[in-house]
């Protein structure tokens, strides 16, 4: 065990090549302040430098290794995670974390890891150093968060939240998008409200309708809405029922959990029995019907209804599920029972009314002389949002962009009306 661990440490110098990099740089500041810069001008802005950052080169300095970078993981933070536990005897508290995500084999080999605030010495090349772990907790005011499972290291990785739509920004028909906010405003304001009636204080949203019409848009939107961390769960990474059960204890209230492309996983009816739910819950005593062979090892609808509204519910506050489908059709009847998902949304092709809000986000026009062709085009073909913008980031010119989704949207029916001449055609050979 201890020889496969310690050959995955990196080196010290691994860690360090981010000194080289500043070295680097700063030769080349000094030839540059050198051979180019006047004397006076270079004394001002050396002498300014040494004001800033007297404090900071006096004894001592601090490297700051955060676990992400652009988005993505900071391998240095990883390097650090594998090679800091091996400093067993400089850890101030004496202690390491301990921990093993190995659910079938609880004799697995263990991670360690450094406790928060723990000090640890270290030396360098004679350079004394010290290391200690800071949660972000700690250290990053609360920010809103998208954190993704990652089942390599069975950890939900998290980034600060970037998505800029919100409900001013999304187009939907008004009166969807109205009372969508109110049913959010209304589940936020009652607490007591779940508590007296004996319900978890959770609200489930099915969000559904065709590639590119809004819904993860509308999931963004809802978060922005409520300031809510999304959990965005790829349920296709997630092996077995049991390791549902752990991922989804790993998070938080106040949170959304996203589901997306449920007609895609491994839960969805294509792939199993219809009844099989509830024929797992003990409901349906038709022992004669048929079942399906079961794989063990994938996740169940069973088991991630048993969570929408079975025993994790119960021990979380102020959450929201998401499942994101394009063919609500596919999905296990189970799902779509009455109780299930508190509310259905469709999100569908582009209507008049959300192409004119588009138009008005998009090239700030109100009225246009081209409106009412596209207004009609829109109600012969489908053509979603995502379409729709597409052409209207043309250009900012209204003229020029408008008449290119006028041609954009007659070729799609020149496309549309060929298609059905053809089955027509086939239809009467057949
Ligand atoms: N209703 C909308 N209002 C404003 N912009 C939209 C809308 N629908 C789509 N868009 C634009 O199209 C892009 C793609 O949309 P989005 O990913 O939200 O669609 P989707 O329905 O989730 O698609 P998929 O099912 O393929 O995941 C968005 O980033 C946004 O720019």
Not at 11 to 23: A, E, G, N, R
Not at 33 to 40: D, F, G, T, W
Request: aromatic share 10%; net charge negative; glycine share 4%.
């Amino acid at each position: 065990m201890a020889s496969s661990f310690f050959t995955k440490i990196p080196s010290l110098s691994v860690i360090f090549s981010i000194y080289t990099s500043l070295s680097a740089f700063t030769i080349l500041f000094r030839t540059i302040l050198h051979e180019i810069l006047p004397a006076k001008i270079r004394d001002f802005i050396v002498s300014k430098f040494t004001d800033c950052f007297s404090s900071y080169f006096s004894s001592s300095f601090t490297f700051v290794i955060e676990e992400h970078c652009d988005y993505v993981i900071n391998q240095t933070f990883r390097a650090a995670q594998v090679y800091l536990p091996t400093l067993l005897a400089g850890i101030s508290t004496g202690s390491l974390l301990v921990s093993s995500s190995d659910l079938k084999n609880p004799t697995a080999k263990p991670n360690f890891g450094i406790p928060v605030k723990a000090k640890i010495t270290d030396e360098f090349e004679g350079i004394p150093l010290e290391w200690t772990l800071h949660s972000e907790k700690d250290t990053i005011p609360p920010q809103n968060r998208q954190r993704r499972y990652n089942p390599e290291f069975h950890e939900w990785e998290s980034t600060i939240f970037q998505h800029h739509t919100t409900f001013e920004t999304l187009a939907m028909e008004p009166e969807l998008k109205n009372s969508l906010i109110c049913d959010l405003d209304a589940f936020s304001k009652r607490k007591d409200f779940f508590k007296t009636v004996g319900r978890a204080w959770k609200r489930g949203y099915l969000l559904h309708g065709p590639p590119g019409t809004g819904k993860s848009s509308l999931v963004a939107a809802i978060a922005n809405h409520m300031n809510y961390n999304i959990y965005d769960l790829q349920i296709q990474s997630v092996k077995d029922d049991a390791m549902l059960r752990q991922i989804l204890t790993m998070t938080e209230n106040r949170s959304i959990l996203l589901i997306e492309d449920l007609d895609c996983s491994g839960a969805d009816a294509s792939c199993r029995n219809e009844d099989k739910v509830d024929e797992e819950r003990g409901q349906n005593q038709n022992k004669e019907k048929k079942k399906k062979k079961k794989d063990p090892d994938q996740v169940t609808l069973a088991g991630l209804l048993n969570f929408v509204d079975g025993l994790w519910s119960s021990c979380v506050e102020e959450r929201i599920i998401v499942f994101t489908t394009n063919h609500k059709d596919k999905l296990d009847p189970a799902l779509l029972r009455p109780g299930r998902m508190d509310v259905h949304i469709l999100m569908d092709y582009c209507t008049p009314t959300v192409f004119k809000k588009l138009a008005a986000l998009y090239l700030d026009v109100e009225e246009h002389v081209l409106f009412e062709p596209i207004e009609k085009a829109l109600l012969e073909v489908n053509a979603t949002p995502a379409e729709v913008t597409e052409q209207l980031m043309v250009s900012m010119n209204p003229d020029v962009t408008l008449k290119v989704l006028v041609e954009f949207l007659q070729t799609k029916k020149l496309t549309k009306d060929n298609d059905s001449v053809d089955s027509e055609i086939k239809e009467a050979e057949a």
